[in-house]
């Protein structure tokens, strides 16, 4: 079976993003006073995110894919911030490839062999 | 019209004084509208007012009640859903330009049961684009520009639930329908001083609502109290063939009114939040001790540690782009407000198919671990968010940042949750404690609310609107 992480979780500029996007809870901000200083430092752009060899190959790989998709309807502000995007969204992938996993750990997906099950077996939570 | 002292009352005041005849739908119907016509551009807090088939729908309330036929709590009550919800001969515009004139013809299955339950549709709430589902910078991130918070018109309600914060903050309505894949209840209730219920993933139907992540998009209350969110809850969850998701009968109804448990076992976060503000620290842990004082047996709680919350933003990133790929694909992705929104679509779309499955994989893992916690806890609580309300022009993506596991693994989990004021900071700007619980035990949540809220008045505050 699987076993967890010991390491703590913090999100990365590209992970709070990821949940700003979602209308998250995230999506909060500092106080006006602490505006010109995050909470936690962080990287200012993404030459300055060191990644494995092989790591840094994914990401420039994911980065030509996008370029040679949609490199014409892109600005070079635009290519500039999808480079910082996919760099700093390799940590957290990272993280989850780090994550030990056994074949029989079945994924939480929504498929249902009956699409309109009528029944639970499972009781209502007695609390 | 009915003055401010009415129209602040919870919904279940409203009904009763609804159903003794002492207020009518349509006078109620009509000084929500005028007062949403005149605050609600001011705040932002509104994509469309419905104002024909509001006293359409007032007016027969009205008669209905009048000849002895009263359908409950919610029968001539007015209230606004986020527009994402498709309602019929409406623009739903998911918040965005390039669907700025969508129309759909059928309502969803939510506004089908608030037909059914005789309440009053007096407008779309405003949101963030496509809830965010491309990611977003700016508060402005919105066809109808930032929604402002009524507790101070310079700073934001939080979204993607945004005019739902708004509209139930300023009384703009007696309660409204937000939706949440990962904080976009929670936070605006929060930033906005008001009640928000987070049901169990698949309690409520998204038949008919824009899809954001099909295995985390969830609908639910915002309201005055808890009790007005249960209600409502009552009202809208059920099982529905039309979503795939939907639990099922045995399972999706929420009975309500019904009796609450207490005391609670009740987890008090320590890891929930690296650094919290230090008068956000000390109004939720005042909160905690109020549930303390009332016999809740309460002791210290540790959520899990994985990569949760990575996991929780794969399944986002991915199943948004898989949601919106028509649009990526298009080129329309351009048209969004947001110059994040405009480009992010294409980085998810990178992210590999094996990556998915193992995010997937990671929260059947999860769910397991958080499962075993409420063998021990009712509820988990924690701050609803470390920080409070913050200026409109913030840029979301450089200016803070701050990990936040609960609302990774209540979402990754679809595990419900509820967000109730418990005070203020230095600067008058409203702050949560939240309260999660085991998958379908959202009467945990409801019960630790509610009797928070029935010893504390901070729900009672009204902002400063002039």
Same mark, same amino acid.
């Given at each position: ?13 590209r992970? @709070?993003?990821?949940?700003a996007a ?20 962080r ?11 092989a ?20 600005s ?9 995007? !996919? ?9 989850m ?5 056994d ?25 | ?15 009763s ?9 349509? /006078? ?18 509104f994509?469309t007012?419905?104002? &024909?088939?509001a ?7 009205? =008669? ?14 007015p209230? $606004?859903?986020?527009? *994402?919800?498709?309602? /019929? ?27 059914q339950?005789g ?8 949101m963030?684009?496509? $809830?965010g ?9 919105? *066809?109808?520009?930032?929604? =402002? ?30 939706? %949440?894949? +990962? ?12 009640? #928000? ?22 609908? #639910? ?10 209600m ?21 109804? @929420?009975a309500?009114? $019904? ?8 987890? +008090?976060?320590?890891?929930? +939040? %690296?650094?919290?503000?230090? %008068?956000?620290?000390l ?11 009332k016999?809740? =047996?309460?002791?210290? $709680? ?21 949601? @919106? ?8 992705v ?9 480009i992010?679509?294409y ?7 094996? &990556?998915?499955?193992?995010a ?10 958080? &499962?075993?916690?409420? &063998?021990?806890?009712? !509820? ?16 979301? %993506?450089t200016?803070?940042? @701050?990990?936040?596991?609960?609302g990774?693994i ?14 203020f900071?230095?600067k008058?700007l ?13 009467r ?11 010893n504390?008045? +901070? ?8």
């Open positions: 079976m699987h076993q967890e992480s010991k390491k703590t979780s913090r999100l990365s500029r992970e @709070f993003a990821l949940q979602l209308g998250t809870a995230t999506a909060a901000c500092l106080p006006g006073e602490l505006l010109a200083r995050p909470l936690i430092s990287p200012e752009s993404a030459q300055e995110i060191k990644l494995s060899p790591s840094q190959a994914e990401v420039d790989a994911k980065i030509q894919a996008i370029l040679r998709k949609y490199g014409d309807r892109l070079e502000a635009q290519k500039a911030d999808i480079h910082r995007l !996919v760099t700093e969204g390799q940590a957290p992938l990272e993280k490839r780090a994550f030990p996993l074949n029989s750990d079945q994924p939480g997906n929504v498929f249902k062999v009956y699409p309109d099950a009528a029944a639970s077996s499972a009781p209502e939570p007695s609390r | 019209m009915l003055g401010e002292d009415i129209l602040y009352l919870p919904m279940r005041e409203l009904g004084r609804i159903r003794a005849r002492r207020i009518s739908p349509v /006078e109620l119907a009509e000084s929500y509208l005028a007062r949403s016509e005149r605050l609600g551009p001011r705040l932002n807090a994509a007012l419905t104002r &024909d088939l006293l359409k729908q007032a007016r027969a309330a009205e =008669k209905e009640i009048a000849a002895g036929q009263y359908r409950g709590p919610l029968h001539g009550i209230y $606004a859903a986020k527009d *994402l919800l498709a309602v /019929e001969g409406y623009p739903t515009t998911w918040g965005a330009r390039p669907y700025a004139n969508q129309r759909f013809d059928f309502n969803a299955t939510v506004i089908e049961r608030l037909n339950a309440a009053i549709l007096i407008g779309k709430a405003a963030i684009e496509l $809830a589902g491309m990611n977003y910078r700016f508060a402005s991130a919105s *066809l109808t520009g930032p929604a =402002k918070n009524p507790w101070n018109e310079g700073c934001w309600t939080c979204g993607s639930s945004s005019g739902s914060g708004a509209i139930v903050a300023a009384a703009l309505a007696a309660f409204a329908i937000g939706t %949440e894949t +990962w904080g976009s209840i929670i936070c605006p209730a929060a930033f906005c001083g008001v009640t #928000g219920l987070r049901p169990t993933f698949g309690r409520v139907s998204r038949y008919g609502v824009m899809a954001l992540a099909y295995s985390q998009d969830k609908i #639910g209350p915002m309201g005055r109290t808890a009790d007005d969110c249960a409502v809850l009552a009202a809208i969850a059920g099982h529905d063939p039309l979503d795939r998701s939907s639990l099922p009968p045995s399972d999706a109804p @929420f309500y009114p $019904a009796t609450l448990p207490w005391p609670l076992r009740i987890g +008090w976060l320590t890891n929930a +939040w %690296e650094k919290p503000e230090p %008068e956000i620290a109004a939720a842990e005042a909160a905690i001790n109020v549930l303390k004082q016999g809740a =047996k309460v002791s210290e $709680a540790k959520l899990p540690e994985g990569p949760y919350e990575a996991a929780a933003g794969t399944i986002v990133s991915v199943e948004g782009v898989a949601a @919106f790929h028509s649009l990526l694909e298009s080129g329309k351009a048209e969004l407000a947001d110059p994040l929104g405009q992010n679509g980085v998810s779309e990178q992210i590999a198919a094996c &990556d998915y499955l193992r997937l994989q990671i929260r059947g893992v999860c769910q397991n671990k958080v &499962d075993a916690l409420f &063998d021990e806890f009712d !509820v988990i609580a924690a701050a609803s968010l470390p920080v409070a309300s913050t200026p409109l022009e913030t840029n979301l %993506e200016e803070l940042s @701050f990990s936040d596991p609960l990774g209540g979402n990754l989990c679809g595990l419900p949750a509820v967000s109730v004021p418990c005070g900071t230095g008058k409203p702050i949560g404690i939240q309260f999660v619980g085991r998958t379908r035990n959202d945990a949540v409801v019960a630790a609310a509610q009797t928070f809220q029935t504390t008045d +901070w729900h009672t505050q009204r902002p400063p609107l002039a």
